[in-house]
Each structure stands twice: as structure tokens, then as C-alpha cells.
Nanobody
Framework: QVQLVESGGGLVQAGDSLRLSCAASGRTFSGSAMGWFRQAPGKEREFVATISSLSRFTEYADYAKGRFTISRDNAKNTVYLQTNRLKPDDTAVYYC?????????????????WGQGTQVTVSS
């Protein structure tokens, strides 16, 4: 079992930045690829970014490239999502997720464990 707790969300203005954190406990964190997803009201949950177990590989959604950065600190059992130049369209609940594999994936169904989410609201 893995427990995931997100933090760092909030209400910001367009152009601002936020650093989201996801603290993991339970199963060996360093052996798991991690991902961030988001869900806006009335929309499906969508992929944001993923990182392999030892940070060697990352992948981003097209809208996240150049603005968002995923990273992890295995010593702290924490994965981060740095979000820059935020736009109103980035408003969503952001979820952290963990795989049982070390390999990255952009597919929602590849993730077994999910956090409760953290709300990000970007005003124009």
C-alpha cells in the first residue's frame, strides 16, 4: 500500500507560480514511477507529467511543456510539480499518483495509488 498526500495548491493570479508537493508513505517509494494528473470541473482527469523511479526519464503533456517541471526526492519520499506562468485554463484539482512499476506512463489506468488532490485556482 502507498498513501499519497498532496499540498501546495491555492488561489493565484495568471502568470504566477505554484509548487505542488506529494508526500508518499508505505511501499518503497524509490521503486515507483510517479505522475501528476489534473481534473477540471466537468472534464475528464488528464495527464500532466510523469517521472521514473530514479528521475532518469520524464514526460509532459503538451500544454505543460516549458511551464511545468516534475521532480522527486527519494530521500524525502516526495514528488514535486513546479508550475510556472499559470493560466486560468490550469484551474483544476491536481492529483498525485504512483505506479507499482519504475517505468513512466501517461496512462491513467497504469497508476494504482492516488492522492486526494489539491485545488489550484488561477484567476485572470
Amino acid at each position: 500500500q502507498v498513501q499519497l498526500v498532496e499540498s501546495g495548491g491555492g488561489l493565484v493570479q495568471a502568470g504566477d507560480s505554484l509548487r505542488l508537493s506529494c508526500a508518499a508513505s508505505g511501499r518503497t517509494f524509490s521503486g515507483s514511477a510517479m505522475g501528476w494528473f489534473r481534473q477540471a470541473p466537468g472534464k475528464e482527469r488528464e495527464f500532466v507529467a510523469t517521472i521514473s523511479s530514479l528521475s532518469r526519464f520524464t514526460e509532459y503533456a503538451d500544454y505543460a511543456k516549458g511551464r511545468f517541471t516534475i521532480s522527486r526526492d527519494n530521500a524525502k519520499n516526495t514528488v514535486y510539480l513546479q508550475t510556472n506562468r499559470l493560466k486560468p485554463d490550469d484551474t483544476a484539482v491536481y492529483y498525485c499518483a504512483a505506479r507499482t512499476s519504475a517505468v513512466i506512463s501517461s496512462i491513467k489506468g497504469a497508476y494504482i495509488y492516488w492522492g486526494q488532490g489539491t485545488q489550484v485556482t488561477v484567476s485572470s
